[in-house]
């Protein structure tokens, strides 16, 4: 498969998905459709990953040497933001 963008691949999914939905195509174009959707699923679930193995933060740890770790959005609380534990209030 050529190199698509990430964008690309998952309009034509939604493509896909729709054709199959509807349910006029033959078994045949049905089955053709379904192979090229799961390989852009494949695809996309690729580039997904790699974008999450890029996007990392730097940290300090406790002896404030620098560290690498994953971003993770749906965690981040305001008491992370004041200090690890929220404590020494906000002074690290």
């Known amino acids: 498969m050529a190199t698509v963008k990430f964008e ?11 054709e199959l939905e509807r349910g ?9 459709i ?3 959707g799961m390989k852009l699923s494949k695809t ?5 990953e790699d974008a999450e193995r890029k996007v990392e933060i730097l940290v300090r740890d406790k002896d404030g040497h ?12 305001e008491r992370e933001e004041d200090g690890e534990n929220g404590k020494n209030g906000g002074t690290s």
Do not use: G, N
Not at 24 to 32: G, Q
Not at 44 to 48: A, D, E, G, I, S
Not at 66 to 77: F, G, I, P, S
């Open 34 to 36: 379904f192979e090229e």
């Open 8 to 18: 690309e691949a998952l309009a034509r999914l939604e493509v896909i998905v729709s």
């Open 44 to 48: 996309c679930l690729k580039m997904l």
């Open 66 to 77: 620098k560290r690498v770790r994953a971003l993770e959005l749906d965690v981040m609380t």
């Open 24 to 32: 006029d195509l033959t078994l045949d174009d049905s089955m053709r």
